[in-house]
């Protein structure tokens, strides 16, 4: 529900929570406890897994508290099951997308339309779920041996880019 942070309801707190991060949380467990049963050679992966969580993580938006909190969660999953687990040869990443044509941002369409145009994003577009794909491909490639914990910033330059 986009409801203000005065209106939200407990139902629907635990309901967000509950998917976006008790569910990141359980199933990131039990794909490590997956791939932690794999052989583990020197100088290779055991895997990768790769947490998807937004631009809200740590952007704030009064009428999505809830949304907010749950993938501002799922960052703090993927940097601890990254420390865990680096040693072990499997490495940890988060793509925070930002605004992605999709169902869910069906309703607000007019309202992104008018902040893509701004200079917060300096890629005037909506992204789309290739773009976030694409980024999610680049990490799970296995290639990226030096690196784990990192957040991947799928959002037209907002984060990385803009001017204050």
């Not at 991060?21 to 052989?39: D, E, I, R, S």
């Not at 992204?127 to 296995?142: F, I, K, M, Q």
Request: aromatic fraction near 8%; hydrophobic fraction near 40%.
């Amino acid at each position: 529900e986009r409801r203000d942070i005065l209106e939200m309801t407990e139902e629907s707190f635990d309901y967000v929570l509950g998917i976006n991060l008790k569910g990141t949380m359980f199933l990131t467990q039990l794909v490590a406890n997956a791939m932690l049963g794999q052989p583990k050679a020197p100088g290779k992966t055991r895997g990768v897994i790769v947490n998807i969580s937004s631009f809200s993580a740590s952007v704030s938006s009064v009428n999505r508290a809830e949304y907010c909190v749950s993938k501002a969660g799922v960052s703090m999953l993927t940097r601890l099951f990254a420390g865990r687990l680096a040693g072990e040869g499997i490495y940890v990443y988060e793509v925070q997308p930002g605004i992605i044509k999709t169902d869910m941002t069906g309703a607000v369409t007019e309202k992104y339309d008018r902040l893509l145009q701004g200079p917060e994003f300096p890629i005037h577009r909506w992204g789309t779920p290739e773009d976030v794909a694409n980024a999610v491909s680049l990490l799970a490639s296995g290639n990226l041996t030096y690196t784990t914990g990192q957040v991947l910033h799928v959002d037209g330059g907002y984060m990385d880019v803009r001017s204050i």
